[in-house]
């Protein structure tokens, strides 16, 4: 059975790999993916916050000890509570990759076109193999249009383009106007991948004691449908890679993402349940599957199910929103 896919440019021996986690803080852990066959490691974010932190300190050691830090910054996490600083981060890609033999993607994480950007050139020196850029942007503020969110996100992609030559994925959010025509920008300028789609963290809000409450709940297999909506889509109109991520627990979210265009999926919350020898089942699951379906490669069945090639393309489209609420029985 023939389960290479080429993710990004790089040659990769299945399409499954872990999603950007804590998982890989633990270098254990990364044995075993890579022993339970995992196609590459892809690692949690390093994020703007941390790196401008970073930068910070340095100028507050050096110039204004006081008054460094402005009231934003206490709305995000103490800078201890991140797993590893900046510094730790580079030093734990060298670590992984002195480790393993497969791919190794460091993750970017970030709003705002500047300095922290050139961070992409130290990650690339450490040793990753490509680098997953996630521009994870709340649009908060009704005054700003969609196209000004757009340009940024293109703006910090040409940034850290220029400051490497490993390829670079961006991971998308689905909330764009037009999800489809924002990948194709990505894609024109050097994107070598998109990753569908982010997961948005909703806050509730805790109505005795008036506040909002962090919660983060781990996803299910009824999440993927909204990337499966999106890759089918985007199948055949870029030349970037397409990576699913969000709501893979089983073989069959497997499938189903390839056959609508996925080169890879991405695992988190099922590994976060069931822990890294998961990826070994899901692997074995997905030959089984298709041999006994007659499958001999993972290249004969991405994209069979794309708006192109699908037998009924409408499932996609709005004509299947009527055909649903028509449906419906009481
Ligand atoms: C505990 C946790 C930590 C995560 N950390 C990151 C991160 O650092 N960077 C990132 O891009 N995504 C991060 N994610 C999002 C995952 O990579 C993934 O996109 C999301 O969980 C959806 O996949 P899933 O349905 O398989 O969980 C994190 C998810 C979880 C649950």
Redesign the pocket.
């Given at each position: 059975m023939d389960l290479t896919t080429n993710y990004l440019g790089l040659t990769l021996r299945n399409p499954v790999m872990p999603?950007?986690?804590?998982l890989v803080d633990d270098l254990d852990n990364v044995r075993r993916l890579e022993d339970s066959g995992a196609a590459a490691i892809?690692?949690?974010?390093l994020?703007e916050e941390q790196i401008t932190h970073d930068q910070l300190a340095e100028f507050a050691h050096t110039e204004h000890p006081a008054e460094s830090f402005s009231e934003a910054t206490s709305y995000f996490p103490r800078m201890e509570d991140y797993a590893l600083g900046a510094d730790r981060y580079l030093e734990r890609i060298a670590e992984i990759k002195r480790m393993v033999g497969i791919p190794v993607i460091a993750?970017l994480?970030g709003i705002s076109p500047g300095g922290w950007t050139s961070h992409a050139r130290l990650i690339e020196e450490a040793g990753a193999d490509a680098l997953?850029l996630?521009v994870?942007y709340v649009a908060s503020d009704p005054d700003e249009p969609g196209t000004a969110v757009e340009s940024r996100t293109l703006e910090i992609l040409l940034a850290v383009r220029q400051a490497i030559s490993i390829p670079v994925a961006v991971?998308l959010s689905p909330f764009f106007s037009s999800p489809g025509h924002f990948a194709k920008q990505l894609d024109r300028a050097g994107a070598s991948g998109v990753?569908i789609?982010?997961?948005f963290y909703q806050p509730d809000i805790d109505i005795e004691e008036l506040a909002a409450s962090h919660r983060?709940d781990?996803?299910?297999s009824t999440?993927?449908r909204l990337r499966l909506r999106w890759a089918a889509i985007l199948h055949g109109h870029l030349r970037s890679s397409i990576a699913v991520?969000?709501?893979?627990?089983t073989v069959e979210d497997i499938i189903k993402a390839v056959m609508c265009g996925a080169d890879v999926v991405?695992?988190?919350?099922?590994?976060?349940k069931y822990g890294p020898s998961h990826i070994g089942t899901l692997i074995k699951g997905l030959t089984q599957w298709m041999e006994e379906h007659d499958y001999t490669s993972i290249s004969q069945m991405r994209g069979s199910m794309s708006l192109r090639n699908c037998p009924d393309p409408s499932v996609f489209e709005r004509a299947n929103y009527l055909r649903v609420l028509q449906l419906w029985k009481l």
């Open positions: 999603g950007a986690s804590p892809v690692m949690h974010s994020f993750s994480n997953e996630n994870y991971k990753v789609f982010n997961r983060l781990l996803s299910n999440e993927l991520s969000g709501g893979v627990h991405q695992v988190v919350s099922s590994l976060l």
